[in-house]
């Protein structure tokens, strides 16, 4: 059974740094790997979709990696804003799409 | 182009009851899934539908149910309701079933049971 695992659960950063969010799952026969961002209350709004045969995807300050054969990926946001704080979610998809728990990042001004 | 919009967005219920939910996707996507969002167990699948066929189930029991039309749209049902009902449940959309498609969320409808 695909477990999907977040760390930290729980991030607080000054504005301006640079900081990585991290996923791992179990299963490496997946189909892509897709990273969520949720606001308190809302829906998730989709930041990057990695397909199993690509290495990364980028999309303005935001890169996202994934190693299958680890189980392993990596969100990496560039000079993080306060509007960037949000529980930031990774899902895996094969039979359906099995999700972390989040990482909640504040950026503090 | 309109994204994926659910109602109601808020809905209160007691224990016994049911309801019912309802999900539009995209425009021109064709499948639909359906997930449950608590606080102790995260987001945990439901159930996904393509061309009014359920495709795959998550591991809930049978008070849960759900359907799609012909034109993409799809309702899920919670029959007997009880307190752990009370999530947050999220509809995704994407063009085909399974895959490498991308999934768009709604915003979600609030149920919660008393």
């Known amino acids: 059974k695909q477990e999907v695992t977040q760390i930290p659960a729980a991030l607080s950063v000054p504005e301006g740094e640079n900081l990585v969010l991290n996923c791992s799952f179990t299963?490496?026969?997946?189909?892509?790997l897709q990273w969520f961002r949720q606001d308190p209350g809302k829906g998730l709004t989709s930041l990057l979709l990695i397909q199993s045969s690509q290495r990364e995807q980028t999309s303005g300050r935001l890169n996202a990696s994934l190693d299958k054969s680890s189980g392993r990926s990596t969100l990496y946001i560039a000079a993080s804003q306060p509007g960037d704080s949000a529980t930031y979610l990774c899902?895996?998809?094969?039979?359906?799409?099995?999700f972390g728990a989040g990482t909640r990042l504040t950026v503090k001004p | 182009k309109a994204g994926v919009t659910q109602t109601p967005r808020y809905l209160i219920k007691t224990r016994g009851q049911q309801v019912t939910l309802s999900c539009s996707p995209i425009?021109?996507?064709?499948?639909v899934s359906w997930y449950q969002q608590t606080p102790g167990q995260g987001l945990q699948f439901l159930f996904e539908y393509f061309s009014e066929t359920q495709r795959n189930k998550g591991n809930f029991p049978g008070r849960f149910s759900g359907r799609q039309f012909s034109n993409s749209r799809s309702e899920m049902n919670v029959s007997t309701l009880e307190l752990g009902d009370s999530a947050l449940y999220l509809c995704?959309?994407?063009?085909?079933?399974?895959?490498?498609?991308?999934?768009?969320f709604g915003p979600g409808t609030r149920l919660t049971v008393l």
């Open positions: 899902a895996v998809a094969l039979d359906d799409m099995r």
């Open positions: 425009s021109g996507h064709r499948s």
């Open positions: 299963d490496s026969a997946i189909y892509n």
């Open positions: 995704a959309s994407s063009l085909l079933a399974g895959d490498p498609n991308e999934q768009f």
